[in-house]
């Protein structure tokens, strides 16, 4: 997939920047886009064979706290912008923010506490459906969906000497051999690569914290100012 809107909207450069990513968006996005590229093939190489049950359509992922980094949240906004109306934009922000409000105090803990258990214990609590799931389902954003979504239930968790996430990867893991777990690849390690990659991937937090605070930039009234000040 191509996300990056030629000229990148000012709605973008101007999100870019408010980021703190810098004002070339066409960069963040090309260099997120191979690191896609390069857990996809990766993922798709050391999963072969297993009968995994994560594939397009299985939403096990979308109903609980996805962390993503600046970048990602660029990249999901970049293709919002190229496939989506104005008026579904503002749906997807509010219906975000609203989730953000509802999730405040959560939030906002996770915010200061560092990585380690108190914080995964929180992120737990935070439990909502993504608004960016269609109504059949289906990821509305897919081709641009996030790390953790290309690597829940696909990779192991390093340090927890596990699968990564889901549940339903963890019953079929159980029927296989021991050495299948082992040849897949670590989800850390994945983060690893988008942070080496691409500068201003180290802080994460979940989709509503991104939108609750930057959606705005997407907003049709905010890419008319920012087309007026080009
Ligand atoms: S962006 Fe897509 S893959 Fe990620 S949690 Fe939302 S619906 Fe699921």
Redesign the pocket.
Known sequence: MNPVPRPAAASLVALCRALGLGGAPEQVLAAVDRVYRRVDAEVRRRTQGLGLPCRPGC?A??HEA?FVAAPEFLF?SAYLVENTTGQQRKAVVEAMSAVAGRFEDELCLLEALPPGTERDEVATRVRFR?P??SASGQ????PA??LN?RTFGSTVDEHRDAPFGCELTHERLRVLPSSASRGLLGAREARRWLRDEVPGAGDVHV?PWWFSRFGAYLLPERAAEDEGCR
């Open positions: 939403d992922c979308c996805v999901v993504c960016l799931l990821c509305s954003v897919y969906r996030e979504a989709y």
